[in-house]
């Protein structure tokens, strides 16, 4: 049976999860859910209250890093992990980890707290989506939207001024791996793609992608096609940005 994979509009973890359908040439079914609706729709669905969420058969599964295990034993070619028995098995998983509870949650709360200054932006993460509600039914409860997505994540002003203030060191750990040759190679391991979808997210964000898009960090983007959305310059107030780097 084709899995059917559960995903939001614009979601990173999601992403990297399709693109490693894409790599392994697994055909899906893709269900687009409504933000805050996995809320109520995914523990029936796929067992849980975030998206990704996958089902196949009987069986349900959540979590980007969870999904990325059960296809690499579904279909073992290309192996988005190196062999257990290699030194970097453990690295690359250890990446993994950090891509997925530290690095993902970063563009999550600058993006909640875009899209509470502009509500009209996140039309644009839909765009081309097969969405359950057409976009104009939608369009007024966006700002509402907004709020519940900033409050879920837990994506308050002083929340994103930190994650700003931490985006040039989290990048700079992004490049160690990258110098260290754990991430960036020509074949996207399961670290590369949850980094890889999160950086792509980053760089939709016009105030936060001149810090991003000159690093080597951004080259990590290339295992993805380009995203629709945009939240444009000027969004984000001027005194949260660091300086980009060499300036
Ligand atoms: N770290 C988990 C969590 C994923 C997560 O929080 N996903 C967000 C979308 S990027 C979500 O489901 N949000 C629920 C909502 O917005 O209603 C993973 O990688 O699967």
């Known amino acids: 049976m084709r899995p059917r994979l559960y995903v939001l509009p614009g979601s990173h973890p999601c992403a990297a999860v399709e693109a490693a359908l894409a790599l392994k040439s697994i055909a899906y079914d893709r269900v687009t859910l409504l933000p805050i609706s996995p809320v109520l729709i995914g523990p029936l669905r ?33 192996a988005l992990l190196p062999p257990a028995s290699s030194p970097v098995y453990a690295k690359v998983l250890e990446a993994e980890l950090w891509g997925d509870e530290v690095l993902q949650s970063v563009p999550r709360r600058l993006v909640d707290v875009a899209f509470i200054r502009r509500p009209s932006a996140m039309e644009s993460y839909a765009r081309g989506a097969s969405l359950p509600l057409p976009l104009g039914v939608l369009r007024p409860a966006m700002p509402l939207t907004a709020r519940l997505m ?13 994650d700003l203030a931490a ?66 310059a000027g969004v984000l107030p001027a005194e949260w940005l660091p300086q980009p780097a060499g300036s």
């Open 46 to 78: 796929y067992g849980g209250t975030t998206v990704p969420g996958m089902r196949m058969d009987g069986e349900r599964l959540v979590g980007s890093r969870t999904i990325m295990r059960r296809l690499d034993a579904l279909a073992p070619k290309p």
């Open 167 to 232: 985006l040039p060191g989290h990048l700079a750990r992004v490049e160690r791996w990258i110098e260290d040759g754990l991430l960036g190679g020509e074949h996207p391991n399961a670290a590369d793609l949850q980094i890889g979808s999160t950086i792509r997210l980053l760089m939709t964000i016009g105030d936060v992608r001149p810090l991003v898009a000159s690093r080597p960090a951004a080259q990590l983007a290339r295992y993805f096609p380009p995203m629709v959305g945009e939240i444009e």
């Open 150 to 162: 900033a409050i879920k994540n837990k994506a308050r002003d002083t929340a994103a001024r930190e």
